[in-house]
């Protein structure tokens, strides 16, 4: 994957220009273009600009903390890191993927890779999310310039302040952000207020980097992101508090003599600490308080190496080590009675050990081939007395579990045209369960109203899979079209086990984890991007799974047909735009799984802005309209069909430095 | 060098030290076996030579099934017997009237000093006054004599000791709660010992009755999956296994049955913990 120069990068910042993104973006992919397009145009958070990506559909149980699926696998299928590091979320009910921690103004980049070779950083048969942070400029010394960015949206009178600062030595640099968002709760297209909908968190982050010879750099990383509160619609309860601290030490050395076999190599300590609260203080008609803390703690290592032993051969290889500290706990406090308390996560601890890499042979200009494989090796443990006796109950497997894991695949690149490259993947990819799909108790699913019991005696799904793509590109036409197939085999799912009862008051009933057979996804995407008569852009982008299980039944969780395309244009300092937001509507549900049909919908966006010299400073602001039409609509994957905002407007101050 | 000659010196040491400090540990004196017991009642048993002293594992004797651990002493040489036959005689005496208890006697070889045996008391001091008589034999002499001191029961606040009238054929049972001891999340053994009344100073053991239990938590409205049904496993004493998925309060009804008879539904244990 080609880095970009980050000190380029950083002065480039919030461009609209489609031209000059495509310019930096030169060595990079159709979807790094779009990442970087709805990135530099909105005063979006990183779930909006996931969401339109076209591998990436997003679970929504309320305003903020959207999870992020990659073609319909959803969190224990796929990998998301942050820089390669491992970040378990700290909520039994998947409230805080990893994406939560993550402003979009400590974000480089984001890289979807996807089923047969997204396996590389952790065995996955998803694919993964790989959130890329910015990296302090070294430029000349005392070299100060940054970012202050202010803005307001008018459906919650969400308030977003954010600050960037870099500031160069000789032979360091260092980058500094912080962001403030504040939310009120927001309004439906029916101008009813959707209630618990409220947000309000911060987060600052810290990067040094430190040049010890030329092309040696020491960086430390930390980020720190502070949630007060977070209401989610959906659950019967919200987030009081949650915390994320999330540390690293990265030393990298490049090599950059032509002929040299080794070529980088990378070195990563990092350690995570996600604390999270859920609470129902906020709620009205609460029959009994209820407490629901969990912690995770993630410590690991990573190593890379890029080696090119041959002319035509490019070898990347990967070799890490994670070891992740789950708790969770409820308490119930009954009036006049004893307060009930159990473990939801009880105490594990899973040991990740994996080496995976790619192998490029690239025969000619014309055809590239690559080998994309790796190994893992996974041990999760129960650690303490109480959290075996709690997992007895259920199971008998009370003392551990090991996995080992083994992902393959193998792919072609053939230029047959200079406009036109297809790409071709088949592979076999495997993934251990989850220590919730193992471990979990009585893990309350509000979506479908089940509580779900854990099961350690879980085989690995695994997944046969294959894609092919089609891209054309020239000059200002680009084009590119993927077909996915996977054949899962030992899908996990819950299944309703009536032998339980249930625990959570109002629950439909219990299910288990177990496995069903066979379960096939496959589905398209495609994305264009055209450059008409000089300042006219278009960009679309389109999306679609469908998937069955054996029995043809519909699998939970799918997202309809999706067409997302935007017309745009800018000159000079201006820019103009308006988007389309097309989904079909769901009809193939699972109703087991709690689903309903969904209605399809149609939504309009404006957005505007301009720039103006400030002296040696650059004033840009923006403004728009998101969902000009007020409809009144809730996409598949929002639990409990809770409304989405009816029409916003935003505004958007952007202060260059 | 010198500091690593420094170092390996301190390895010594200590290793040393450590090795020497776990040996004098095996030295220490023999523990007395009464230790972490509390005395409830004690005396001369007149006529067999010995003294008998009663203990419980609490402080305080509460209504139900109560082990106990009695320590037998030669009243001159202060010698502890450890093979004797032993019978217990509960009583309660309440004035107007007067009854007995389910009691298991203890087997005559002692275990590290200490005979095990267990008395029901099916009702608290309340009502009247428990005594609890020891029928000892002294091993020498063959004398036999009977010791006899009060016991105070109390009532604890979740009662272990439940009683009902079998609705198949009349007769009085009593049911006591043994284990749970310690109740904890997960799964627990379950314990009863089941008695019928054949008159007031008998109380046999009963194993013609089987047990039923289901947890419940009322606040909650809901059970536990895979507990296991107590079955008979002799001088009434019926186990099996009771889950608890949470702390707090559970209610474990209790349905007897006799063949496919109901003898009684209406009694439950409570649990809080």
Known sequence: MAQIDSTEKFQESQSVNLHEVTLHAAAQNQQQRLVHFYKTNTAATLEDILSRLPEINMIRRGAYGMEPTIRSFSSGQINVLMDGMRIHGACTDKMDPATIYIEPSNLESVQVTTGGKGFIHGSSIGGTLNMKMQEPAITKKGDVHGQFQSGYQSIN?????????????NRWAALATATYRKANNYKDGDKNEVAHSA??????????????????????????????????????????????????????????????????????????????????????????????????????????????????????????????????????????????????????????????????????????????????????????????DHVSIFSHATNGTAYTTGNI??????????????????????????????????????????????????????????????????????????????????????????????????????????????????????????QLFKHFNFIQTIKYTYALTLDHEPLPGIAPFKWITSAGYSKKKFMFRTEMEA????????????????NGFVLLHIRTGYQFPLGQMKLHVLAGVENILNKFYHEHNDWGNVPRSGRNVYTQLILHF | MKRHILWMWAIVCTTSATFLFSCSKDDAPEADPTSGLHKISGGYATGSGLTVDVYSASPNVYTGYQRLSFLIKDSITGQVITETPITLHPMMDMGMMQHASPYEN????????????????????????????????????GNTGTYSGTINVIEPTESKMKSFTSAFNGERYFVALIDPEQPKIGINDFEVAVYKRANMMSFPADSTLSVIHTPE?????????????????????????????????????????????????????????
Request: net charge positive; glycine share 8%.
């Open chain 2, 217 to 273: 938590m009322p606040t909650m409205g809901h059970g536990s999956p895979n507990n296991v049904q107590p079955v008979h496993m002799g001088k009434g004493h019926y186990k099996g296994k009771v889950n608890f998925t949470m702390s707090g309060f559970w209610r474990v009804h209790m349905d007897y049955m006799h063949g496919t008879e109901v003898a009684d539904t209406t009694q439950y244990f409570d649990i809080t913990f």
């Open chain 2, 106 to 141: 203890p087997a005559p070889v002692a275990i590290n000093k200490l005979f095990k045996g267990s008395v029901v008391f099916i009702m608290p001091s309340t009502g009247g006054t428990w005594t609890l008589g020891v029928r000892v034999t002294h091993p020498v002499t």
């Open chain 1, 583 to 598: 989904s079909a509507a769901q009809k193939r549900i699972n109703l087991l799984s709690g689903e309903d049909v969904t």
């Open chain 1, 157 to 169: 009178h969400a308030l977003y302040e954010s600050l960037k600062l870099n500031y160069s030595g």
């Open chain 1, 199 to 388: 947000f309000e968190k911060i987060n600052y982050s810290l990067s040094v980097k430190h040049l010890l010879q030329p092309n040696l750099s020491l960086k430390t990383d930390f980020i720190g992101d502070d949630a007060f509160f977070i209401g989610y619609p959906a659950l019967p309860m919200d987030v009081g508090y949650a915390s994320a601290r999330i540390a690293s030490v990265t030393v990298n050395k490049k090599y950059e003599r032509l002929n040299a076999v080794l070529k980088e190599w990378q070195v990563k300590g990092y350690y995570n600490y996600i604390r999270h609260f859920m609470d129902d203080t906020q709620r009205p008609n609460i029959p009994m308080h209820m407490d629901m803390p969990g912690n995770s703690r993630t410590m690991g290592f990573v190593g890379i190496v890029q080696v090119r032993p041959a002319k035509k051969h490019h070898i990347q290889w990967q070799t890490d080590i994670a070891k992740t500290r789950l708790y969770a706990s409820m308490t119930m406090y009954p009036p006049n009675e004893a307060p009930m308390f159990m473990l939801t996560w009880p105490d594990n601890s899973r040991t990740q050990f994996g080496t995976g890499g790619t192998w490029t042979y690239t025969a000619n200009q014309q055809f590239k081939l690559q080998l994309n494989t790796r190994v893992d090796h996974i041990l999760t443990n129960l650690t303490t007395q109480e959290a075996k």
């Open chain 1, 409 to 530: 695949s193998i792919q072609g690149m053939y230029q047959f045209h200079p406009n036109w490259r297809w790409n071709t993947t088949a592979g076999y990819a495997e993934r251990a369960p989850t220590a919730s799909e193992q471990y979990g108790f009585y893990l309350f699913n509000s979506n479908d109203g089940f509580d779900y019991i854990g099961n350690p005696s879980l085989k690995k799904e695994r997944a046969i899979q294959a894609e092919t793509n089609i891209q054309y590109s020239k000059k200002q036409h680009r084009f590119s079209f993927t077909a996915h197939l996977s054949h899962i085999q030992d899908y996990v799912m819950g299944m309703i086990d009536t032998s339980f009862s249930t625990m959570t008051p109002g629950a439909r009933g219990v299910k288990r984890y177990t496995q069903v057979s066979d379960a096939t996804i496959l589905g398209f995407e495609g994305s264009s991007a055209h």
